[in-house]
């Protein structure tokens, strides 16, 4: 019995649930100069780009064809160097599959030192070429440096029909929100590296991560009362349904007791097991956050709301009258179906009650 060779979780406190990359905060201000020089009358073909954020960016290549391109990478999360780039694979394949898409091929972007072991570089990329082909998709080639740190991402590129496009924008009052995986990747990890994450409740969140929201989207693809899709992922469950909700010019209502979590999720969380990312996240995110006083949630409780998650499930507003064939199909595919708010009128607020 062969056993995966390991790699040494550098920063995990800093990169758990994808709190490596820039908060929301730092991203809008760096990107902001870029606002302006993309428009959809320069670039008509570009459906979704810098001027319209989403998931990944989509751009017409005929009448009944679009291409998506997206890219992520970040530092290890685990220690094993296959289920690494599992992982990996995963939460970048998972953007496609929130816009609705196919992923037709991929592109390995990874940065190693010098001083690694190949057999560890090797199982890494391994794990991602097998998620990659799990997803019926190429590993096409890719580009690698040399870093003090390991990084391991990949550019996806995907096909949809224009017209069958998933975005975030586009939820309207009297929908219902349905979400796919259960909450808490970010707390186990970070646990997980201080040593505090009991082996059972570890693995169930990595068997989350790994685990495509192929099936998921296709459910959804299926259903023509979905109405706006996007994954949740570094900026948390509340920052994530606040960028749906401010697209939409409406509100989300979500039902805090019908929220999913990972076993474990929320003691660590309460025993203060949070990585950095929440942080950023509730100081961005919490002007548009609205918990219910009778609640009377925790602090913890609410930084809860604000994880990062890595390679998170799919938030999905459905008209109502179609949540029960969502739900059907959800579950004909072997997939959850939380059922946890609904939207209203508002202007990007998100309501906890």
């Known amino acids: 019995m062969s056993v995966e ?6 920063s995990l ?3 758990a649930g994808c709190a490596a990359k820039l908060g929301p905060a730092a991203l809008a201000q760096v990107l902001q100069p870029l606002a302006g020089q993309f428009t959809p009358a320069d670039y008509p073909h570009l459906i979704v780009g810098l001027a319209q954020p989403d998931d990944a960016a989509v751009y017409r290549l005929s009448p009944d064809q679009a291409i998506i391109a997206t890219a992520d990478f970040f530092p290890p ?3 094993d160097a296959y289920t690494y780039g599992a992982i990996v694979a995963a939460n970048a394949l998972s953007d496609i599959y929130a816009m609705g898409g196919r992923p037709i091929f991929a592109l390995n972007l990874a940065a190693f030192p010098e001083d690694m072991p190949a057999g560890v570089i090797s199982a890494i990329l391994r794990g991602g070429a097998d998620k990659v082909r799990e997803a019926g998709a190429a590993i096409a080639g890719g580009h690698t440096i040399t870093d003090s740190e390991p990084k391991y991402g990949l550019a996806v590129t995907g096909l949809v029909h224009p017209d069958r496009l998933f975005t975030k924008g586009g939820a309207r009052p009297g929908d219902r929100l349905i979400f796919t995986k259960r909450l808490g990747t970010g707390v186990i990890i970070t646990a997980a590296k201080g ?3 009991a082996p059972a409740d570890l693995a169930e969140a990595i068997a989350g991560m790994v685990h495509l929201n192929r099936r998921a989207s296709e459910a959804a693809q299926a259903v023509t009362g979905v109405r706006a899709v996007t994954d949740v992922t570094g900026f948390g469950l509340l920052g994530h349904a606040h960028e749906m909700a401010h697209l939409a010019d409406v509100a989300f209502i979500l039902e805090y007791a019908a929220l999913p979590w990972l076993p474990g999720a929320r003691p660590y969380a309460e025993a203060g097991h949070f990585p950095g990312g929440a942080e950023r996240n509730q100081r961005f995110y919490s002007k548009w956050a609205r918990p219910a006083p009778a609640l009377g949630l925790t602090p913890w409780q ?3 709301l604000y994880d990062p998650q890595t390679s998170g499930g799919l938030l999905i507003a459905v008209a109502a009258a179609h949540l029960p064939e ?3 199909r959800l ?5 959850p179906a939380y059922i946890i708010g609904a939207v209203e009128t508002g202007h990007g607020e998100v309501w906890v009650r």
């Open 13 to 15: 406190a800093a990169c």
């Open 331 to 335: 579950h004909a595919a072997g997939e």
């Open 195 to 197: 040593g505090h994450a």
């Open 77 to 79: 999360v685990v220690d």
């Open 5 to 10: 060779p390991t790699l040494k979780l550098t």
């Open 326 to 328: 969502l739900v059907e």
């Open 302 to 304: 609410e930084r809860q």
